[in-house]
């Protein structure tokens, strides 16, 4: 089957919505407990901040099979060079390097936006998340013990960052 890597674009919102779903509903691999409405995946379709940008995998036979993106780390302003991202696949495209090709398409859009630092925080055990974290440079920065709690039991939490601005110093236009 080939996969294309691209902007979402509004039609692919159910798609990306029904993958996250099935991961609230059956995975640890979100804290979320409830489905998000269309409107949060709208809203971030529709971000503006440089370095927040929405991807899909989308397969020629079977449609948008997988997402990522990248967004605001956290919201106060030393943080703006920072982005938390996240890449989910659909059950059938795991294991055909989708969630690889999706991350370093993610990972050139951030740094064409001279986004210096990405973050990936990985519900544990999760051996393929953190496989394919590693894989694509991401180097484990630490552990949060039992910060989650889902399906009546405690979850743990491996944090994960990447350098994007290989080479850059106290002076470069990126950190101001």
Known sequence: MSSVIRAAADPDLDAVAAIYDQEVAHSIATFDQEPRPRTYWESRLA???????LLVAEDQVLGVVGYAYSSSYRPRPAYLHTRETSVYLAEAARGRGLGRALYDKLIDRMREDDVHTAVA??????????????????????????????????????W???DLAVGATEDDDRLT
């Open 121 to 158: 925080v990985i519900a544990l055990p999760n051996p393929a998340s953190v496989a394919l974290h590693e894989a694509v440079g991401f180097r484990h920065v630490g552990t949060l013990g039992e910060v989650g709690r889902k399906f009546g039991r405690w979850i743990d939490t491996a």
């Open 47 to 53: 971000s503006v901040e440089v370095g927040d940008h």
């Open 160 to 162: 994960f960052q990447l």
